[in-house]
């Protein structure tokens, strides 16, 4: 959008668990087992580390530096938090313990102390945060990859959407680009089974842990 200027273009942008601003898994720590080959190889210096491996990247500097919520696109964040009891992480952002994947230090690609709990977040955006979304990834029982096929976050992410548009072109963001879908509905064909409201979403279904938590981050 940044570099197209297509604001204009893209009436409401919802941006599900994205790094906004940086990752976890790039501390050179040698309790980071995200550096190991087989774990991806995400070492200090590795291209994904490169742009987001610190809240400072030249990547995430140049664009965040530009404005986060750049109107007149409308802009909606969903996003995990953690939990203690029943433990519910998010291997992306937190240090702590997320389905089977344990945590790794608070650190950025130069070994700082960095906390990137609210990495998802973007200024001037509303905010929805979850927990137990580790039910939805039936491999790794993991929150970062369960909020991707949550009926939470899609139906908080439709009703978004349809709120702010007609015909409605969803733009989904997700850490990685090889989640990234985009889907097409018409308002009026949208399923009427999903929640039309975000009180509405509080006691759907599956949602039984989901708590709304709406607010506008500065």
Known sequence: MLQDDAYRQVRALVAIDGPNHGIINCSPSPLNFWQQPSSGG????????????SDQTQLLATLNAAGETAGPTRYLVIRNVFRASPESGDFVYLPSQDGVLPGVPAQDRYGNAHDFSASALLAGAPSIDLVGQGQYDPILQSAHLGIL???????????FAASNCDTLMLTVQVADSRYRKFLNYDRDAIDPRLPRSLKEIGGHGAAADFKPSIRRSR
């Open 42 to 53: 995400f070492t200090p210096n590795s291209a994904v580390c490169d742009e987001y491996g």
């Open 149 to 159: 096929n949550s009926p939470n976050a899609w139906g908080a992410a439709l009703q």
